[in-house]
């Protein structure tokens, strides 16, 4: 489960020493629309889940992700081969379709098999591999580049696909059981987006999802402009990427413990204050100066990824509770919504981080406190028995 999911990390970070080569080869004259080459891959990730969770409940999980790696190698070939900005970005989005089936059935797959915090537990130790890849993922597309050229990369994410696909075949057996399984009907998929969509629950933390994915888009997107031309560490770059990579994997490591102690509301409590006071004291602080100093930079961005490491599993997890009878579908739907959330919250902040990163922490103050308020109310709900009072209602 943690390669499949991995394959994502790998084609995105991989590509973040590049995205300036990759804008001069085919043309690019505003550096900003370099980021287009990252948040783009994130909009087919969001979409192509519609597809294949569905299908997944119907013929299985493993058929629909042979045909998502398929998918892969194609769009691959095509961002090699991309003569302009606009077929680079139609290859990106490609790819990122075919990466959400095995992206979206690996959840589906430990949905299956766990629910509740014990599934948590389990996203968070594939999170933690999942993690380690943007780790070395920068640090192997530069070696790459300075090796060969930028096209290389995209041909070492294809042969990697393949081997991994190989590998899932091979060791994974089949977990949707032939009774379990939904044929493909429009019926069926209007259902059950009807029914996510009513579960409150399961909008509440996917909405808050949305928020704190976006505001982490943003820095996946703007990350090599800000190091390597606001701060001048281009060498340095994927070694302060990989060093960020590993403050979150340790969170998410640590997560797999502590929320069987504590629960994850508790844990998604704690880390989206820490999140929301650490992106407040930076706004205050720096408001209206220059960049800090690259340490006391990075000191934030260790403490708010500390925070995010313990939201990204625990968000799922609890969104997904409500609705593990129809896992396949309801991973889309919630994936969907999270990520056409997070791409415009990305580009519109990322256009913005130009000559300081305030603009960054001003848009993750604002994600922040946005999600303190929905998770105040879902909780406030939970307790007074709001959601259920409705739902009885209508059930009447």
């Not at 990369?153 to 393949?162: D, K, N």
Request: glycine fraction near 8%; charge should be positive; proline fraction near 4%.
């Amino acid at each position: 489960m943690a390669s499949l999911m991995s394959m994502v990390a790998l084609a995105i970070d991989a590509l973040l020493p590049a995205l300036d080569v990759i804008g001069e080869a085919i043309g690019v004259t505003q550096v900003a629309d370099n980021q287009l080459l990252i948040t783009m891959i994130f909009l087919g990730l969001g979409v192509g889940p519609m597809l294949f969770g569905p299908l997944s409940d119907s013929y299985g999980r493993k058929p629909v992700v042979y045909v998502g790696f398929g998918i892969f190698v194609i769009a691959s070939l095509i961002c090699v081969y991309a003569p302009n900005l606009k077929i680079m970005v139609a290859g990106r989005i490609l790819q990122g379709i075919g990466l959400s089936a095995p992206r979206t059935i690996a959840i589906a797959i430990v949905r299956d098999k766990y629910s509740g915090d014990q599934m948590a537990r389990i996203m968070s130790f594939v999170s933690v591999v999942f993690l380690l890849v943007p780790i070395v993922a920068p640090a192997l597309g530069k070696w790459i580049l300075d090796a060969t050229n930028w096209e290389s990369i995209f041909l070492i994410q294809l042969v990697t696909g393949l081997f991994v696909m190989i590998w899932f075949w091979k060791r994974q057996p089949e977990t949707l059981k032939d009774e379990n399984r939904i044929p493909v009907k429009i019926k069926v998929f209007t259902n059950g987006f009807r029914e996510v969509l009513n579960q409150k629950v399961t909008m509440g933390y996917t909405i808050v999802s949305g928020l704190i994915f976006g505001s982490f888009m943003v820095y996946l997107s703007t990350s090599q402009q800000v190091f390597e031309e606001q701060f001048g560490l281009k060498e340095e770059f994927p070694y302060i990427f990989a060093g960020l990579a590993f403050v979150l994997a340790l969170s998410i490591f640590s997560n797999a413990t502590l929320v069987l102690k504590y629960g994850m509301r508790r844990m998604i409590n704690s880390a989206t204050i820490a999140y929301f006071l650490s992106s407040l004291t930076f706004v205050i602080v720096f408001y209206n100066q220059d960049n800090p100093s690259i340490y006391v930079l990075l000191g934030f961005f260790a403490v708010q990824f500390f925070a995010i490491g313990y939201l990204f599993g625990n968000l799922r997890a609890l969104a997904m509770e409500p609705v593990g009878h129809i896992a396949g579908i309801a991973a889309a739907i919630t994936g969907l919504i999270s990520t056409l959330m997070a791409v415009p919250i990305s580009t519109f902040i990322g256009r913005y981080v130009t000559n300081t990163v305030l603009p960054l922490f001003i848009g993750f103050l604002a994600c922040s406190t946005l999600a303190l308020i929905i998770i105040g109310f879902l909780q406030y709900s939970n307790k007074t028995g709001i959601f259920s009072r409705r739902e009885s209602k209508v059930v009447d």
